[in-house]
């Protein structure tokens, strides 16, 4: 699969299956902190991801002004 990491922007060809959470153990990422996105939809940490698939991977960003 086509993985598109943002901060600093890198792409990825990643075999799969897999699903999110054993994607992000691989890219050694807390799930905590990145959101995984496949086309427009935010995807869950047990959502299975097939080989042929793009997902972009974010850093969760929090802050503004209380």
């Known amino acids: 699969m086509k993985v598109l990491l943002r901060n600093p922007r890198r792409e990825l060809d990643v075999p799969g299956p897999l699903r999110v959470n054993a994607l992000l153990a691989k890219l050694e990422l807390n799930r905590e902190s990145v959101l995984v996105i496949k086309g427009d939809t ?9 080989d ?13 002004a209380v």
């Open 42 to 50: 935010l995807v869950t940490g047990d959502a299975l991801l097939a």
């Open 52 to 64: 042929d698939d793009s997902v972009e991977v974010r850093p969760v960003i929090s802050g503004g």
